[in-house]
């Protein structure tokens, strides 16, 4: 019964000159090393170069505003009490007259913060948001930390910044301007 | 030794004086009530899968029901003498039950099917603006919801919109939240001494009112708060001060020469950040509490802690908590049975177990493998 296609019949017959002084087999191995000289390097050079992760990598969290600029997040806990590691935390505060331009709703996140210790990267506050506000960038890492203080991300990290928006190419309804679901339309 | 002409005397006495009591079966669970019972409480005497949901029957609270529909059952046969079905379906929380009524609450599609559109007409005007609200969490229209609700909704006109209103001092009123339950009118009736809000206008239009903005200055007004099945009513010293899932709620007492003293505290760390009074499982308040409990008293040292609050397993309110009596090993375990559903599976199985090899494949090693089995 043959097993595979590749199998040698093995024999001890008497070896040539050639074969008796190795030479060619050397030559033929050195060969091959020095053609590995000469071909692209698949190699890259991490903290220069960086590879691009794909369009549903999960980084660094952002918290989004809308087209005005106004923060969307309205503290409402969901990311929170979705989170797995219990990496977020956050204290709501009333939107006061004259900072209609600021918050989308009336109420909103005075402190936000996320730790990046316990953050896995699930995912699932991203799901879990209402408001279309907190996004995992695909196109950004969280750094690494040399101190512990440097862990926890507070709004000043989190939040949007309008002169640098974060668009996601492979989900046309990440743009800069988030579509609402037609429910939220009649929101107060 | 006992008597057993005294004891059979002591069975023929209490049955004498013991009320003709009337067998119901609801969703084929058979249970003996009162007579006088609603079919509503003949459920909730079985348990809390088969009791129809209510948004605006409140025990403690007579007078209450009959306003929003959300607890209709079919009455398959009407009584033992008379057992034609009832042609329409029936407010469950108003009608009283009759000797060997049948009825049909979660079995029956027609019931199912109310209780949707019943969702989709009290969601009409009613804002989505959980994430904002501090009823989410405990409320009863998006526990309603959420088991009878559709994601998307078929209404295009213009929503009712309210502006927000103060009463009194502590007390926040959303009109645009309301579904007119009426439960806090009938609160301010029975429980305070005299009603300073009731209902305005008619349809559409009707709100809660307070006869020009009047401040309930009632000791009770604060349990309209508690009554309030939408976050219509809401507290202002507890005003976006947390979500209700954060707060840890726990057990509590006072002397109050006004109440019972009674109350759950809602916890934020180790500050008190909101006073409720304790809600049963039906989430009712039965022991109703005074302002001061409610408003004023918010410091551990006012208060005698008697405990930690059960809160169901499935409550949004128990989550990353991780008292031992919450996480049960064998919920999982109940869950999977309870959701256990025979699949259809007829496949040729005969090539997936280990095959027995021909006994003359084994002849040149083991030749005691021709020997005829014992």
Known sequence: MQLTTRSKQVSNKEMTLAEKMYLPAVISGLAITISHFFRKKPTIQYPEVKRYLGPIYRGHHILKRDEQGRERCTACGLCAVACPAEAISMV???????????YREEKYAAVYEINMLRCIFCGLCEEACPKQAVYLRHDLMVPVFL?????????????????????????????????????????? | MIDLRLLSRTTIYMEDVKPQLLKVTIDGIEVEVEPGTTILQAARKIGPEVAPPAMCYYQPLKASGGKCRACLVRVAAGSAKDPRPMPKLVASCLTAVQDGMIVENTTNPQVIDARNGIVEFLLLNHPLDCPVCDQAGECDLQNFAFDHGKVTTRYEEERRTFEKQDIGPYIQLHMTRCILCYRCVFTADQITNKRVHGVLGRGDASEIGTYIEKAIDNDFSGNVIDVCPVGALTDKTYRFKNRVWFSKPVDAHRDCPTCSGNVTLWYRGEDVIRVTARKNEWNEVTEFICNTCRFEKKKTSDWTIEGPTKISRSSVISANKYRADTVKPAFGQRLAAAEYKAIHDERDTSQLGIQQLAPERFAKVLPSALDPEP
């Open chain 1, 147 to 188: 101190e512990r203080d440097e862990v926890i991300y507070g709004k000043d990290r989190l939040v949007e910044n309008m002169d640098d928006r974060y668009i996601r190419v492979a989900n046309p309804e990440v743009n800069a301007t988030p579509t609402e679901p037609s429910l939220t339309r009649a929101a107060t």
């Open chain 1, 92 to 102: 709501a505060a009333e939107r006061k007259k004259g900072e209609e331009n600021l």
